[in-house]
């Protein structure tokens, strides 16, 4: 168990929609990813929040936005949903020091 | 821009036997950090190990070692005495302070009885 937790585990949604996907990173994490994992594309970088804050940006397309509350958790929101985002998104934490990197289960996304 | 290269799509071996997965990568920074991930059927993302670049010792975690070449920027994993337990997908990652992980595309592993 890293420590990180992502709800939910599984989501099937339709073309069109929007969800959200929740993180808590491990105690005491300031930083949190995500990332998504899909079949042809590998693990992509999407963005990196530090204490509530935007840090750096990756292929996070523009339908796609994510924040960190003042708790810590973070919220990665997926709208006007397409075929191709169906993935298995991650979240990940890391500490004010650390330089590894903590992911959590993963949130898999159906979009049908 | 950083990149991970893992060369090796697919690699097998047989129980008790060792393995060594390749990957290398290609920064301009000189202080960075580089990471071996593990990714079961279950899709979780499991850390294997980890090497700081100013570490000229190879890092070790029991059956699991490194053999990190900075000057030729080589970073590969070797499994010692192999478990079916290893069967899994293998990313090479790195990161460095201005950068979040960048993984290269894996390495499927198989382990035979």
């Known amino acids: 168990d890293s420590g990180v937790t992502q709800t939910p585990k599984h989501l099937i949604t339709a073309t069109g929609q929007r969800v959200t996907l929740r993180c808590s990173p491990r105690?005491?994490?300031?930083?949190v990813y995500w990332y998504q994992q899909s079949l042809d594309q590998g693990l992509q970088f999407l963005i990196q929040y530090y204490n509530g804050e935007e840090r750096a940006k990756g292929n996070i397309l523009e339908r796609f936005s994510a924040q960190q509350f003042p708790d810590l958790h973070s919220e990665l929101n997926l709208s006007s949903l397409e075929l191709g985002d169906s993935a298995l998104y991650f979240c990940a934490s890391s500490g004010n020091r650390g330089h590894t990197i903590y992911f959590g289960e993963g949130s898999w996304l159906t979009v049908v | 821009a950083q990149t991970v290269t893992q060369s090796q799509p697919e690699m097998s071996v047989q129980e008790a036997e060792t393995v060594t997965l390749s990957c290398t990568y290609d920064t301009s920074e000189s202080d960075y950090y580089l990471f071996w991930y593990k990714q079961p059927p279950s899709r979780q993302m499991i850390l294997v190990i980890r090497q700081e670049a100013y570490k000229q010792q190879n890092a070790t975690e029991n059956r699991f070692s490194v053999n990190f070449q900075k000057a030729a920027k080589s970073f590969s994993l070797k499994i010692s005495d192999s478990q079916l337990g290893d069967a899994a997908m293998y990313f090479c990652?790195?990161?460095?302070?201005?950068?979040?992980?960048?993984f290269g595309k894996g390495t499927t592993l198989s382990v035979s009885s």
């Open positions: 105690s005491g994490d300031l930083s």
């Open positions: 990652a790195y990161r460095s302070a201005i950068t979040a992980l960048i």
